[in-house]
């Protein structure tokens, strides 16, 4: 396995133009209650994240089904279309959806198995990060890697936990 990461990384200041304007429909956190972090303490948050979803990493945190790295209370949305609430349901579907194919590799054909990511660009600020990512997936059923990048925002609480994400998939090979 090898993992390859940032070769090119932009690093953006927050700005309306990358994080867009607020959603109504995703609630924001109390505003006492929102953490501050730096810059880079998002930027590691995240890459934390992400490794987690690397092959391997995604099986622990898939046997754990309620990871640690998630609120209790987080939702997730994935293409406007999905929800997910808590932490047991996103645990699954973050996580689990990945082992299952290691598990038995020739079950599913469509999804592979994720080797590594690189982050195109990144923006952050206090408890909210978005970046853009490329994840590189082995189908292994079919002999290919390909990559396919995801767009994803997420707020943080103070437990360094993510609280809220959406996600959406650029485009699929
Ligand atoms: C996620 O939600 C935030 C706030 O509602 C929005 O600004 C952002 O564009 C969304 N991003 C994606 C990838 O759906
Ligand atoms: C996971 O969390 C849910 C909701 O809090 C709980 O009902 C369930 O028992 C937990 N499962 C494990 C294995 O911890
Ligand atoms: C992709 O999966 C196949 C089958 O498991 C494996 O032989 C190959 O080494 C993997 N490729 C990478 C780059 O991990």
Redesign the pocket.
Known sequence: MVIIRLPFLWLYSLTNAF?????P??SSPSPTSQPHYTFDELYNLQVKFFDNFIYLADVTQAKSINSTLLAEDIQG?ID?TRTFDGRELNTEYLFRLFANLVADPHSISLLGVLISYEILHFAANEYVTSAATRFMFNFTSLGLIIPIEI???NTWNKARQVTQY???FKYWQ
């Open positions: 994080l867009g304007t607020p959603v429909s995703i949305r406007i767009d994803s925002w959406n996600r959406s």
